[in-house]
């Protein structure tokens, strides 16, 4: 079992910057591939990046390719998103997830444990 919660939303401007982080419990984080999701009103919940059990492979979606960074540290348990650049259409709630497989997958359906979520809002 993997329990996930995730911190560092907020409001920022547009063109600001914002680190989420997002804690894990459990022997397997190390083996586990970790992924950002996020979901806005009225929409689907859309794949952010995402990163190997290793690191070695990572993985954005367009929208946020250049503007922000995914990252991991093994011997905290933690995974992180980095957010430049901000934009409004940033906003959403954002929700950690880990999947038992090591390798990285960009569908919802790939991953087997969320996080609560952490709210993003940035305004313009």
């Known amino acids: 079992q993997v329990q996930l919660v995730e911190s560092g939303g907020g409001l920022e401007e547009s063109g600001g910057s914002l680190r989420l982080s997002c804690a894990a419990s459990?022997?397997?984080?190390?083996?586990?591939?970790m992924a950002w999701f996020r979901q806005a009103p009225g929409k689907e919940r859309e794949f952010v990046a995402g990163?190997?059990?290793?690191?070695?492979?990572?993985n954005y979606a367009d929208s946020v390719n250049g503007r922000f960074t995914i990252s991991r540290d093994n011997a905290k348990n933690t995974v992180y998103l980095q957010m430049n650049s901000l934009k409004p259409e940033d906003t959403a709630v954002y929700y950690c997830?880990?999947?038992?497989?090591?390798?990285?997958?960009?569908?919802?359906?790939?991953?087997?444990?969320w996080g609560q979520g952490t709210q993003v809002t940035v305004s313009s």
């Open positions: 459990g022997r397997t984080f190390s083996s586990n591939a």
């Open positions: 997830a880990a999947r038992i497989s090591g390798l990285l997958g960009v569908r919802a359906n790939d991953y087997n444990y």
């Open positions: 990163i190997s059990w290793n690191g070695g492979r990572i």
